[in-house]
């Protein structure tokens, strides 16, 4: 069993910022990648952020130069600064982590966090 828990959503205004957080914890035996997502109403899930292990990270073209994502290994959290936010990024967030669990080695799962709303007022 794996669990992704977040933290950090709310409402700010337009030009604010937010730091959202989300901790892997469970039967975890490595991580290949962390992520994260969002979902804005009538809108299909899409990619904001995504960091592999030793890779390179890549965004979303909306939020470059705004967004930084970022993790810490010994905890298995994944971080999203959220600076000079818009309107327009006002959505529920989730986190998504590519774990390997120690019963399954081999077989790569993904996992999903529960979501955190996100609203910035103009």
């Known amino acids: 069993q794996v669990q992704l828990v977040e933290s950090g959503g709310g409402l700010v205004q337009a030009g604010g910022s937010l730091r959202l957080s989300c901790a892997a914890s469970g039967s975890i035996g490595s991580i290949d990648a962390m992520a994260w997502y969002r979902q804005a109403p009538g809108k299909q899930r899409a990619l904001v952020a995504r960091?592999?292990?030793?890779?390179?990270?890549n965004y979303a073209d909306s939020v470059k130069g705004r967004f930084t994502i970022s993790r810490d290994n010994a905890k298995n959290t994944v971080y999203l600064q959220m600076n000079s936010l818009k309107p327009e990024d006002t959505a529920v967030y989730y986190c998504?982590?590519?774990?390997?669990?120690?019963?399954?080695?081999?077989?790569?799962?993904?996992?999903w966090g529960q979501g955190t709303q996100v609203t910035v007022s103009s």
């Open positions: 998504n982590a590519e774990i390997r669990t120690t019963q399954a080695m081999n077989f790569l799962y993904n996992y």
């Open positions: 960091l592999p292990t030793g890779g390179s990270t």
